[in-house]
């Protein structure tokens, strides 16, 4: 089954609002790393994590070692922050992906 | 951080030909990883490269149909011989900061195998 477990895959919503992203992890894990893809392509590190919360303007992310999971909150969504958010969990130096959750912010 | 540059950042190609893609860093970085994304999907790592050594490549991807090098600690290449449709995908460069914590893409490189 998938390692890193990326909920939900698409979302919708309009702009102003808050939102909230999750991934689930069936691997040891150490680190977690939060990465935007906007829709040119291009790939931008949010967060990385150690157990704890960080946070960065509206962008919020935690990541729970002892339940396994990672969260991002997105807050007062702007039309900017669509794409797709991937997680990635750091197993041994290396990174396990989440299949992503696309974003679509909407005027 | 790290700053990483790609060239070219798309390319179209006959199939039975190679290309090869440049990845330059902006301060040296010990290891240099090649991604693959295929639209729509995630990212698939496909080797790992150290500076003077052989890459490491993941289950499906061979050294004879995507060799790499790297010369110094700020260049790789990663060509794709034998292009195939199926290839038709972005490829990305990718590395750790100086302290292996946070990683960073290059701008990607897309390629079309007509």
């Known amino acids: 089954g998938d390692q890193v477990k990326q909920s939900p895959s698409a979302l919708s919503l309009q702009e102003g609002t808050n939102s909230a992203l999750r991934c689930n992890f069936s691997i040891a894990t150490t680190t977690v790393q939060w990465f935007l893809q906007n829709p040119r392509g291009s790939l931008m590190n949010l967060f990385y994590l150690v157990p704890g919360t960080k946070e960065n303007g509206r962008l919020k992310s935690t990541f729970n070692s002892k339940e396994s999971y990672s969260t991002l909150h997105i807050r007062d969504a702007q039309l900017e922050d669509s794409g797709t958010y991937f997680c990635a969990a750091d197993s041994n130096y290396q990174l396990i992906w989440g299949s992503g959750t696309k974003l679509i912010i909407k005027p | 951080s790290v700053l990483l540059y790609q060239k070219p950042n798309r390319d179209i190609c006959q199939s039975g030909t190679s290309l090869k893609i440049q990845c330059v860093a902006d301060?040296?970085?010990?290891?240099m990883f090649w991604y693959q994304q295929f639209q729509e999907q995630s990212l698939m790592l496909m080797a790992t490269?150290?500076?003077?050594?052989?890459?490491?490549?993941e289950s499906g991807f061979t050294k004879d149909k995507f060799p790499i090098s790297r010369p110094n600690l700020t260049f790789s290449t990663l060509t794709v011989n034998n292009a195939r449709p199926g290839d038709s995908s972005i490829y990305f460069c990718?590395?750790?900061?100086?302290?292996?914590?946070?990683?960073?893409f290059g701008p990607g490189t897309r390629l079309t195998v007509l």
């Open positions: 490269a150290n500076e003077g050594s052989e890459a490491t490549y």
């Open positions: 301060s040296q970085v010990v290891s």
């Open positions: 990718s590395s750790r900061d100086r302290q292996g914590w946070e990683q960073y």
